[in-house]
């Protein structure tokens, strides 16, 4: 990777000068992801941090992106450290040579240069400005030329890693390993991901982005009742189309879900602070009006750092790896995450627009790549279907192969498919879950703990296996 050596942007500076929670140790990082006993997780830095951030590895496949152990030396051009001989783990802690809070944060909230260059190159640009006032009047054909050529050197991206990024949780996995080293013991209990036990999750949503996407979402949703999946209808409230005032509930009456979805998709949202603030004043009324829980900005445009402002309980913004949006960079992780008090569920999948139009594919291979790829880290399979596309024969078949796929996924493996507002809910539960180990054994406590599973980390053959107990959750 060219930016090994790149340092902070004014886009990472522009992160520390907003309102930030008080600082917490960089434990709680692990003990979020995971969920278990405090007492395994004791890591700790090997001395003061450098004033610059950098690209580097740990081990030989992932890249990172934060400060260092200062008396690290500097790689030469062009290349990354690989830090992992420089973990130490002795007496029951791990010493590690990065802060474990600021590189997941700096991967998850997309503060890593590249991921900042896109923003500042495509959200103000004037391309962007011309395209979005013109784009009404294109037809489709003109749009897919243009965002192909825009798009044209989405494959010699190295990072984020396409078609999945899992850095993020192969960073809390690796960290793992180091922790039942450190404490000599074949495996630590955690409370388990999804409820149930489930392996996985997975949720549907649908971008409405037309009148004719509008008129159509009947048809969908009849589509995805006969396969026994609710989804999440993502609405534009202004401009685009009418809404009217019985729209929202004739979809929640039927059990479906509803999310606001921008403010008019002019693709402007986030041009400026000022700009934004004054938009998303209007977007918040959207939100208390339709009784929805959940927000998606037009074109996957964001800036976390703003998310702040949005009174919304969940945002599907932030892509995993963005190389076929036109903002690039990626959260790398496959898991739900917090960015302050809004959860935001990664979009973890490619659009069905970015598939039939951009890479001209018309079959689930990609997206069956993309299931077992966030599957192996037992993370949420998220999909982008747009009823403007999924009607016609051709996406209408590739559509219903995907959802007899996921009912296979369903009734074979456990997956657990639901809405993006139960998985909303049930990550704010084990938020606040802990397991209590006293002399009757180990128990889960907190509100939903009748869903939750202990499950237990172990190291096989310096690989991490993960495993939920499938029965009681008293493990004695």
């Keep these: 990777m060219n930016a090994a050596s790149d340092s902070a942007t004014p886009f990472v500076a522009e992160w520390s000068r907003q309102p930030q929670p008080a600082q917490r140790p960089m434990n709680d990082s692990f003990l979020e992801y995971f969920k278990c006993p405090e007492r395994y997780a004791r890591f700790s830095l090997r ?12 081990g030989p496949d992932n890249v990172y992106y934060g400060r260092l152990y200062q008396s690290l030396n500097t790689p030469e051009a062009g290349k990354m450290s690989d830090v992992v001989q420089e973990v130490k783990v002795a007496g029951g802690t791990v ?32 391309f962007a400005d011309l395209y979005y006032y013109f784009r009404p009047l294109l037809p489709v054909g003109v749009r897919k030329h243009l965002q192909r050529v ?40 955690f409370i388990w991901f999804w409820p149930d036990g489930a392996p996985s999750s997975a949720i549907m949503t649908h971008d409405v982005e037309t009148s004719r996407g509008r008129d159509l979402c009947g048809t969908l949703m009849d589509i995805d009742d006969a396969y026994g999946i609710k ?91 963005a190389h076929l949006d ?7 992780t496959v898991m739900p995450y917090f960015v302050g008090n809004l959860l935001e569920i990664p979009v973890t999948t490619t659009q069905d627009y970015s598939l039939f139009h ?16 966030i599957m192996e880290k037992h993370g949420v399979l998220s999909f982008i279907i747009h009823p403007d596309y999924a009607t016609t024969s051709a996406e209408r078949k590739v559509y219903e192969a995907l959802l007899s796929h996921l009912v296979e996924l369903r009734q074979k ?44 980390a172990s190291s096989v053959e310096g690989r991490l296996a993960l495993e939920p107990m499938v029965a009681d959750r008293r493990v004695v």
């Design 150 to 189: 825009h798009l044209r050197d989405w494959d010699r991206i190295s990072f984020p890693r396409w078609p999945v990024d899992r850095t993020v949780n192969e960073l809390f996995e690796l960290l793992m390993i180091f922790s039942l080293q450190a404490q000599s013991v074949e495996r630590i209990p």
């Design 358 to 373: 951009i890479l001209q594919e018309y079959n689930t291979d990609l997206w069956k790549t993309q299931i077992e790829l």
């Design 47 to 58: 001395g003061p941090l450098s004033a610059a951030a950098r690209y580097f590895n740990v």
């Design 95 to 126: 010493s590690l040579p990065f802060d474990i809070k600021e590189v997941v944060d700096n991967l998850q909230f997309e503060l890593y240069p590249s991921s900042a260059r896109y923003k500042r190159s495509l959200v103000n640009s004037l």
């Design 231 to 321: 989804a999440c209808f993502s609405v534009i409230p202004e401009q685009r189309y009418d809404v009217p005032h019985t729209f929202p509930s004739s979809i929640t009456e039927r059990g479906f879900e509803v999310a606001v979805h921008d403010l008019n998709h002019d693709g402007r949202l986030y041009r400026s602070r000022r700009y934004f603030k004054e938009r998303v004043a209007k977007i918040n009324s959207y939100g208390r009006q339709w009784k929805t829980d959940g927000f998606r900005a037009a074109v996957l445009y964001r800036r976390q750092e703003w998310f702040s402002d949005l009174e919304f309980s969940y945002d599907m913004s932030v892509p995993n790896v």
């Design 326 to 332: 036109p903002q690039r960079g990626g959260c790398c």
């Design 413 to 456: 493996r456990g997956v657990w498919i639901t809405t993006p507002r139960e998985i909303n809910r049930w990550w704010r539960q084990r938020a606040q879950m802990r397991i209590v180990e006293d002399e009757q054994g180990l128990r889960i406590e907190g509100e939903g703990r009748e869903r939750a599973r202990i499950a237990y």
